[in-house]
Protein backbone atom coordinates (compact mmCIF):
# COMPACT_ATOMS: atom_id res chain seq x y z
CA UNK A 1 0.00 0.00 0.00
CA UNK A 2 1.64 3.48 -0.96
CA UNK A 3 1.41 5.85 2.11
CA UNK A 4 -0.11 9.61 1.65
CA UNK A 5 3.10 10.92 2.39
CA UNK A 6 4.77 9.19 -0.68
CA UNK A 7 1.98 10.29 -2.98
CA UNK A 8 1.97 13.90 -1.88
CA UNK A 9 5.69 13.91 -2.56
CA UNK A 10 5.30 12.86 -5.99
CA UNK A 11 2.57 15.49 -6.65
CA UNK A 12 4.46 18.11 -5.01
CA UNK A 13 7.57 18.10 -6.01
CA UNK A 14 9.62 20.89 -4.52
CA UNK A 15 13.22 20.03 -6.09
CA UNK A 16 14.89 22.52 -8.30
CA UNK A 17 15.36 21.21 -11.70
CA UNK A 18 17.33 23.24 -14.92
CA UNK A 19 16.83 21.44 -18.05
CA UNK A 20 18.53 22.33 -20.73
CA UNK A 21 17.35 21.28 -25.15
CA UNK A 22 18.82 22.78 -28.06
CA UNK A 23 17.27 26.52 -27.77
CA UNK A 24 15.71 26.26 -24.74
CA UNK A 25 16.05 26.38 -20.86
CA UNK A 26 13.13 24.65 -18.88
CA UNK A 27 13.80 26.11 -14.71
CA UNK A 28 11.51 24.76 -12.11
CA UNK A 29 11.26 25.42 -8.29
CA UNK A 30 13.46 28.22 -8.48
CA UNK A 31 13.49 31.14 -5.79
CA UNK A 32 13.60 34.19 -7.98
CA UNK A 33 14.70 35.85 -11.30
CA UNK A 34 17.41 38.50 -10.42
CA UNK A 35 17.98 39.35 -14.00
CA UNK A 36 16.67 39.65 -17.55
CA UNK A 37 17.69 41.24 -20.84
CA UNK A 38 17.81 39.63 -24.43
CA UNK A 39 21.80 38.41 -23.59
CA UNK A 40 21.28 36.88 -19.88
CA UNK A 41 18.88 35.72 -17.83
CA UNK A 42 20.14 35.38 -13.97
CA UNK A 43 17.87 33.36 -11.76
CA UNK A 44 18.59 32.45 -7.93
CA UNK A 45 17.77 29.27 -5.54
CA UNK A 46 18.79 28.88 -2.27
CA UNK A 47 22.26 29.96 -2.15
CA UNK A 48 22.63 29.30 -5.98
CA UNK A 49 22.88 31.38 -8.72
CA UNK A 50 22.01 30.56 -12.37
CA UNK A 51 23.74 32.83 -15.50
CA UNK A 52 22.48 31.69 -18.84
CA UNK A 53 24.19 33.64 -21.42
CA UNK A 54 23.28 33.77 -25.20
CA UNK A 55 21.38 35.68 -27.80
CA UNK A 56 17.74 36.50 -28.38
CA UNK A 57 16.98 35.20 -24.74
CA UNK A 58 13.10 35.46 -23.69
CA UNK A 59 10.42 33.93 -21.67
CA UNK A 60 8.40 31.90 -23.21
CA UNK A 61 6.48 30.92 -20.44
CA UNK A 62 6.60 31.96 -16.73
CA UNK A 63 4.41 30.83 -14.11
CA UNK A 64 4.77 31.18 -10.35
CA UNK A 65 7.91 28.99 -10.16
CA UNK A 66 8.66 27.58 -13.60
CA UNK A 67 9.72 29.42 -16.71
CA UNK A 68 10.71 28.70 -19.95
CA UNK A 69 13.90 30.49 -22.00
CA UNK A 70 14.09 30.63 -25.21
CA UNK A 71 16.74 31.54 -27.83
CA UNK A 72 20.82 30.61 -29.25
CA UNK A 73 22.11 29.72 -25.28
CA UNK A 74 25.69 30.46 -25.51
CA UNK A 75 26.16 29.42 -21.60
CA UNK A 76 25.09 28.57 -18.27
CA UNK A 77 27.17 29.25 -15.39
CA UNK A 78 26.59 28.28 -11.84
CA UNK A 79 27.73 30.67 -8.80
CA UNK A 80 27.49 29.41 -5.34
CA UNK A 81 26.25 32.34 -2.51
CA UNK A 82 27.86 31.68 0.45
Not at 15 to 44: A, H, P
Request: no cysteine; glycine share 6%; charged share 30%.
Amino acid sequence: MIGLDRIKKYIVDGEFRLIFFSDQVYIVNFDKILELNGSNITIRNNNEIFSINGKNLSLRRLLEREVLISGRIKSIEVFYDE
